[in-house]
């Protein structure tokens, strides 16, 4: 019911909060109009073509859908005439260049990253799951799923990893190349999730898997969840460059939008 705010949502400033007082007086960023709309528009959004493949697995077993995503990536839709047509509508929506990215900073910001990427990302990464493991919100899709039991979680890890460091190669987010096809999988793993935590909606109270509450939680892996995850580094660029009263060099400006374009695909 998008007309109905989850508990995990409000603009009331008398409603107490997990952030420390001493991060950042919310008064400042609640008194927003403007930035409270882009957030509540985010905690209700969704990935809507990626939701649609997911959805086919209710017709399909997830090991098949899942290898024509992977052919239709490598081989293009056109070759792979076995596969519903949600797959290529994603695929062709991510191909889809907007006109607010300066594309000839790409390349020079992936390669700016890749040391951060090789470096880096593995501890921020870790450090990213830690806070997600720790989230209600953030975490309960993934418990209801299986995603964060034992190995399992581990995997999520080094994937989430790997990715990173793949998009940042040279090429990595041009159709065809391994990180075009990483970040549709990305896409295709928080819609299985969400998809996933849905299916529990409105069981029995003896049943004994937790239930995903839509009127506490919202809606499973929203947007506003996943924003951090590909922002961490441009923030932390912008917050040294604000703190010390200068602009962004040009190295780290291509790093800046590199991370908006690949947020963007994501």
């Given at each position: 019911d998008f007309s109905m705010p989850p508990e995990r949502f409000t603009t009331d400033l008398h409603v107490r909060s997990a952030l420390p007082s001493r991060l950042g007086d919310r008064s400042r960023y609640l008194n927003d109009p403007r930035l409270m709309e882009l957030v509540r528009t985010a905690t209700f959004l969704a990935d809507v073509p990626a939701d649609r493949v997911a959805a086919l697995s209710a017709d399909y077993p997830v090991s098949k859908l899942i290898d024509l995503v992977r052919r239709v990536c490598r081989e293009g839709a056109e070759n792979v005439p076995e596969a519903p047509s949600e797959i290529g509508e994603l695929i062709e929506l991510m191909q889809q260049k907007p006109d607010w990215i300066d594309?000839?900073?790409?390349?020079?910001?992936?390669?700016?990253?890749?040391?951060?990427?090789?470096?880096?990302?593995?501890?921020?990464?870790?450090?990213?799951?830690?806070?997600?493991?720790?989230?209600?919100?953030?975490?309960l899709p993934m418990t209801l799923t299986g995603a964060l039991s034992g190995p399992r979680a581990a995997r999520r890890v080094n994937e989430t990893t790997a990715y990173f460091a793949v998009t940042t190669l040279p090429g990595g987010l041009e159709r065809f190349s391994p990180g075009f096809e990483a970040t549709v999988m990305v896409r295709l793993m928080h819609s299985m999730v969400r998809y996933n935590a849905l299916q529990r909606t409105g069981r029995s109270a003896n049943s004994r898997k937790r239930n995903w509450d839509t009127a506490d939680y919202g809606l499973p892996v929203p947007q506003i969840d996943q924003f951090p995850a590909g922002m961490i580094g441009p923030y932390q660029k912008s917050e040294k460059a604000v703190r010390a009263g200068r602009e962004l060099p040009y190295d780290e400006r291509a790093m800046v939008e590199f991370h908006r374009y690949r947020g963007h695909m994501l």
């Open positions: 594309f000839d900073l790409i390349e020079d910001g992936a390669a700016y990253s890749r040391l951060y990427a090789a470096l880096v990302s593995p501890f921020m990464t870790r450090g990213a799951f830690l806070a997600t493991f720790t989230n209600s919100y953030a975490a």
